[in-house]
């Protein structure tokens, strides 16, 4: 391999070492180092891709470039250790402090190498480099304050929006990877750049179309938009009314635009998908309040077993998206959606599920994958031809 990394260890680690320092070291020694460090990010930057193209298997290269990364963050942090070391004590020559930032500035560009040119196999979810994660703490420690310093009155949803940064800035969350620091630091831009006039009027309803769109899947956004929708269904005075209003904002939520590949929490669902199913289960729950308060008339005869249900092998989605057609093409002139579904819900069922929920057969109907089209049209197609026969 033409990129060996052993160069840079011997410098860093020994040389560069304020407890390896001899007062013998000149300024020409200094500079040597420099040019030897400068040297390198040439060589490296030229070498790396050959070194690549000699590796046969994906999986080689993915390693070979993760432990370049690792290798250089490892790097990078001893030589931040000794920067803060330098400047805790008197006796260290300002050089090599000088040629320590500037060896550091190396590193930072060959990590940034890494992660522009093989964004494929660069590992963003793992720790930055300390001396980046300093610089990005100052940063947003900067801007929070003059955003702050523009804010009136008791706005909670500026509170939410800004808590990962305090918590950041506080010390109390020490490391970030390089994807959250991407994240945190457009969603800070697009939070900044929002008009002053806003900022003054405590207008909440642009922040939270900011952080709904960059997937701000904190527990706390979650709540607070919770709350904001149950507080405007409960201002309806009727089961029927409620119903509608779950509807509509579950419509709200599905259509709802949030950039891919975003997010603020990696581990947690997305704050759509959170929101969603809290909205699904809330209609579920009137459903059934909704059910129980009608009446029943014991005394009239029917002519169908009440449990009867046509089976079909349709999935729920395909289901749906089934109901969908015959709406949108006229076959079915019911404009009650809600009524439809719910009639469908009751008196169908699939192969898996013998309980279709209304909300699942209402989600389903806004959102279709295309297997799921595929699979309709094959249907249809399939009633043709036995019409043709």
Known sequence: ??????????????????????????????????????????????????????????????????????????????????????????????????????????????????????????????????????????????????????????????????????????????????????????????????????????????????????????????FYLTEEIKNSVEAEDTLTGQLEKYYWHQKVVNQSLTKPSLFLHYKRASIKDSLSAWISEEIIFVEKRFQLLQPVNGSQNRLINGNFKIETELSVPQLAFFIRILTETGTIRNKNLKELLGFFSRHFQTKRVLNISLASLYSKYYNVTDSDKSVVKSFLIRMLNRLNN
């Open 1 to 222: 391999m033409k990129c060996d990394l052993n160069i840079l260890d011997s410098l860093i680690l020994n040389d560069l070492n304020p407890a390896n320092l001899k007062e013998a070291y000149s300024e020409k020694e200094y500079s040597e180092w420099l040019s030897i460090a400068q040297e390198f990010k040439i060589q490296y930057e030229n070498n790396f891709l050959i070194d690549l193209f000699s590796l046969k298997e994906e999986r080689l290269i993915k390693q070979h470039v993760y432990c370049h990364q690792e290798r250089l963050t490892f790097l990078s942090d001893q030589l931040f250790v000794f920067i803060n070391h330098n400047e805790n004590t008197n006796n260290t020559p300002l050089s090599l402090t000088a040629i320590q930032k500037s060896v550091c500035k190396i590193i930072e560009d060959l990590i940034l190498f890494l992660r522009e040119r093989f964004p494929k196999y660069f590992r963003c979810l793992q720790p930055a480099p300390k001396k980046l994660i300093h610089s990005v703490r100052k940063e947003f420690s900067e801007s929070l304050h003059t955003l702050k310093s523009q804010l009136t009155g008791d706005n909670k949803l500026w509170e939410i929006a800004l808590e990962p940064y305090e918590i950041f800035t506080r010390g109390e969350k020490k490391s970030l990877s390089f994807k959250e620091i991407d994240y945190l630091k457009d969603l800070l831009n697009e939070l900044k750049n929002v008009p002053g006039s806003i900022l003054f009027q405590n207008d909440e309803g642009i922040i939270k179309k900011i952080l709904f769109s960059n997937n701000f899947n904190s527990w706390k956004f979650l």
